[in-house]
């Protein structure tokens, strides 16, 4: 099995929406090397429920008669990588938005912020 190092970077929080960051996204493959994904997103809804996002291309259509932008992804993440993915995100994130409020509010999530298979 191959080792995948999972590293958040250039994380920049935002407060428009449901969005919440963007970051570059850095998985290392052991002796093989790296990829970076940048302008990857951190989401939450109301309901607190967050997910990763990586980045998307915009493009306007007329379905239906009106003129509306939609969004289609570049990437998809599924598995257990997806999910090794949003755990060191959540964990930045949560380590950014808890140092901001001063320590006062309890984290969105709690988890390595940097995390390698054992």
């Known amino acids: ?15 428009k929406g449901a969005l919440r960051a963007f970051f ?3 998985l ?5 090397g ?3 994904i940048k302008e990857c997103r951190l989401l939450k809804d109301r309901d607190r429920r967050a997910w990763v996002s990586l980045p998307q291309r915009a493009y306007e259509s007329s379905e239906g008669g009106t003129k509306r932008l939609r969004y289609v992804p ?3 993440l599924d598995g257990e990588l997806k ?3 949003e755990r060191v995100v959540f ?3 949560d380590e950014l938005e808890f140092n901001k409020r001063g320590g006062d509010e309890r984290p969105l999530v ?5 995390l390698t298979p054992s």
Do not use: A, N, P
């Not at 709690?110 to 940097?114: A, E, I, K, P």
């Open 1 to 15: 099995m191959m080792d995948i190092e999972i590293l958040v970077k250039d994380f920049k929080m935002v407060d």
């Open 24 to 26: 570059t996204l850095r």
């Open 28 to 32: 290392d493959f052991d002796d093989l």
């Open 34 to 36: 790296s990829l970076e």
């Open 74 to 76: 570049l990437g998809v």
């Open 83 to 85: 999910s090794r993915v």
């Open 91 to 93: 964990s930045k994130f």
């Open 110 to 114: 709690t988890s390595d912020t940097h």
